[in-house]
């Protein structure tokens, strides 16, 4: 196995690679580099140089055979291979969103990506209460475009079965299976909460309609094979500024269930608005970055809606000529967002891999608060999510849901 990189391996590493040397340092010998530590699956550092840091610089993301966080988390190198092939895919449907990668280098399971030191994590950015005017038109047509253009409503039925057997992914697709739908809704000793909210996990616990729902939802995971998800779309995966949305991380692309992508994505901006009981520093503040937040969720929605009818309609393959499938199947698409991010918001409150809106929040009362919020809106999702129709049905759910701690 080839050995973590450290801050000296890393630059010498940098400083090696003739690609890197041609299009970003130019020979510069002040290389410095700085851990990017805000993941959970790779070692990534920051390779800059000193005089230069905005303009010179790269990142280099690790994979090892494990979790870089949760070491006893097997995760395949291949992850690697994986992501380069996807960001290939995604460049070709929707560059605008795509982050740009110079190399993939096979023997040593490296990426180098280039640095987009414009931009912040979304996740981060929304604890701040930053609003991103364009996020929804972007995420929205990223999604739209490399789910259709990956499905079968579009590529021939040849040529979609000649893509999937190169983003099988097993490893990374188990850990999803876990974390995401076997864990969360039973004890388990990964999963974890604050202190105080035992009554909401025991009842998610002693609910078996609850985990008959999640468990359906896995199902979909494992055997709808519609288009080549992301797989791991939250705003941890997102960098964003007022101008651009870029997307990252799709090692755990696999063939999956479409609307496991949109309802990740969904499910964070939830818990990013429950997460504001903490954030947001006044009741003004709260409600004002609250309702942005609902109307970026809808509008994500619509622009999804939108584009991707509009691919069928223009660029469909002609082999589903039936505008009421077509409305079946984005009305089912609609429903299935709905639970996988409700399944998607009890991992990450409950389960183990958890993120910076919550961990950011020192105080356990105020956290667990944040927790419960987000723990009933996940289940008011799933329980109604047979009967959702239109965006609005969610977002009404999410705003009249209430925090029921202590
Ligand atoms: C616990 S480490 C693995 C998790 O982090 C990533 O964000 C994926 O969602 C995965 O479930
Ligand atoms: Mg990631």
Same mark, same amino acid.
């Given at each position: 196995m080839t050995a973590p990189f450290t801050s000296e391996t890393v630059i010498a590493y940098a400083a090696s690679r003739p690609e890197l040397q041609e299009?970003?340092?130019?020979?510069?010998?002040d290389l410095q580099a700085e851990a990017l530590t805000?993941?959970?699956v790779n070692v990534i550092f920051r390779v800059f140089s000193a005089r230069d840091p905005q303009n010179k610089s790269v990142i280099l993301k690790q994979a090892l055979?494990?979790?870089?966080? =949760?070491?006893d988390l097997i995760m395949p190198v291949e992850r690697s291979r994986i992501e380069y092939q996807v960001l290939q895919l995604e460049a070709r449907y929707c560059p605008e969103q795509t982050v740009r990668i110079y190399f993939h280098d096979a023997e040593r399971n490296i990426n180098a990506f280039e +640095? *987009?030191?414009?931009?912040?994590?979304m996740r981060e950015g929304l604890a701040r209460q930053?609003? =991103?005017?364009l996020a929804a038109q972007h995420v929205g047509t990223f999604m739209a475009r490399t789910l259709f253009y990956t499905s079968d409503l579009f590529l021939s039925s040849g040529e979609k079965k000649a893509l999937v057997p190169h983003f099988i992914n097993a490893g990374m697709v188990k850990v999803q299976e876990d974390l995401v739908f #076997?864990?969360?809704v039973q004890p388990h000793p990964n999963n974890r909460w604050t202190r105080g909210i035992e009554p909401q996990v025991a009842a998610i616990y002693n609910d078996d309609t609850i985990r008959a729902d999640v468990f359906l939802l896995k199902e979909k995971y494992m055997t709808n094979a519609q288009a080549l998800i992301?797989? +791991?779309?939250? #705003?941890?995966?997102i960098l964003v500024n007022e101008r651009e949305t870029k997307v990252i991380d799709? !090692?755990?692309?696999?063939? $999956?269930?479409?609307a496991h992508d949109v309802g990740s994505y969904i499910a964070n901006l939830a818990i990013a608005y429950a997460a504001q009981e903490f954030h947001a520093k006044t009741d003004a503040v709260r409600a004002d970055y609250r309702a942005w937040l609902v109307s970026s969720l809808a509008e994500t929605w619509e622009v999804l809606y939108a584009e991707f009818s509009r691919l069928w309609e223009? !660029?469909?393959?002609?082999e589903w000529p039936s505008p009421t499938y077509r409305k079946n199947y984005m009305r089912a698409l609609l429903q299935d967002t709905t639970g996988f991010a409700a399944a998607e918001i009890y991992r990450r409150l409950i $389960? *183990?891999?958890?993120?910076s809106d919550l961990w950011t929040i020192t105080d356990e009362h105020t956290r667990a608060q944040v927790e419960s919020l987000g723990v009933n809106i996940a289940t008011a999702w799933l329980k109604a999510r047979r009967g959702v129709t239109q965006i609005s049905d969610l977002t009404e759910l999410m705003t009249a849901a209430k925090i029921t701690y202590p």
């Open positions: 299009e970003i340092f130019h020979g510069a010998a805000e993941g959970n055979p494990h979790s870089w966080r =949760y070491p +640095d *987009l030191n414009q931009h912040v994590v930053n609003k =991103y005017p #076997t864990q969360p992301h797989n +791991d779309l939250h #705003t941890g995966s799709p !090692e755990f692309a696999f063939f $999956g269930p479409i223009n !660029e469909g393959n002609g $389960g *183990l891999a958890h993120v």
